[in-house]
């Protein structure tokens, strides 16, 4: 377990009773489960989801004991320092639209992101958001559906707030915080806030037949368009230019020769990255 109790600010944990001061009317308000030390975020509100509970509920977190990344990976996290989180949505679409969930919360967390502190916060596909070139988030997707359709998508999120990361060598090479970059800490339920803001509108935006919009923003947002790019999808590895992202999420690219081809699940490792300033 990783401990970093020097950023554990008992008045800025994001409560409920903090959160709905803030939000009083939001979705993602009328449900909040705090629990300060968790498994996974992401796995109690499946069990929640299994049991009924209804679309908007949020669970967060100080402190997992079995944080999940992407593909088996862990998700490690200093208690009380960061933003663990997790989402529970029961859209009415069809699963080839799932990831578009993961393209709203990547969206919502860049434009709170770049409120807050004025980062220029870059989104990498499928499911990072990139500070000053380093890994400052992460979103891990989960849902369960039928032939019915969808059953309920978990959305959870990894945010490196006030985790102080310099001085750990293999760590600060490829990840950040953002109290690093801005060179303060940040409000943790300030930064929720906001986030949860975005996402209930993008997500309405979304249900409103908007998504195109948002589409574009993601694109506007990222640090792998138009650039070339190893890409590797289920173990098959392709080098070549990324275009964009489709309604769905998945990557557009178009390899030597110009044959294009849209990638659903895999990583993106940027060869030449050009990056733009690191505020905004
Ligand atoms: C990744 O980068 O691979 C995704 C990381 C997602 C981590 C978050 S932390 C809150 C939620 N609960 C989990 O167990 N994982 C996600």
């Not at 554990?8 to 994001?14: I, K, L, Y």
């Not at 750990?168 to 943790?188: D, F, K, W, Y």
């Not at 209930?200 to 998504?211: F, H, Q, S």
Request: proline letters at 4%; glycine letters at 10%; one cysteine or more.
């Amino acid at each position: 377990m990783v401990r970093q109790t020097a950023y554990m600010q008992q008045e800025d944990s994001p409560t409920p009773a903090a959160l709905r001061e803030r939000m009083p009317r939001s979705l993602f308000t009328q449900a909040v489960h705090y629990i300060p030390v968790l498994g996974s975020t992401n796995s109690y509100a499946k069990e929640l989801a299994k049991r009924g509970e209804a679309e908007g509920a949020l669970v967060i977190t100080e402190e997992q004991t079995g944080g999940k990344g992407r593909l088996g990976r862990q998700w490690h996290s200093p208690s009380g320092a960061n933003l663990l989180f997790s989402v529970l949505f029961r859209p009415p679409f069809s699963i080839d639209r799932v990831f578009s969930l993961t393209m709203l919360t990547s969206v919502s967390l860049v434009d709170a992101i770049r409120e807050a502190t004025g980062l220029r916060a870059l989104i990498k596909w499928p499911n990072d958001i990139y500070c000053n070139g380093k890994k400052t988030a992460g979103i891990l997707t989960e849902f369960s559906a039928d032939s019915r359709g969808i059953e309920y998508v978990v959305v959870g999120t990894g945010l490196n707030v006030n985790w102080d990361m310099r001085g750990r060598s293999e760590l600060e090479r490829i990840a950040t915080s953002l109290m690093n970059e801005a060179g303060h800490p940040v409000s943790r339920v300030a930064l929720l806030s906001r986030v949860l803001e975005a996402l209930e509108g993008y997500y309405k935006r979304l249900l409103g037949g908007e998504g195109e919009a948002i589409r574009e923003r993601w694109n506007r947002h990222s640090m792998v368009i138009g650039q070339e790019a190893l890409i590797d999808s289920q173990g098959e590895m392709k080098r070549a230019t990324a275009m964009g992202i489709d309604r769905n999420g998945a990557l557009l690219i178009e390899e030597d020769g110009g044959k294009t081809s849209s990638v659903i699940c895999g990583d993106v490792q940027v060869l030449f990255p050009s990056l733009p300033g690191n505020r905004v």
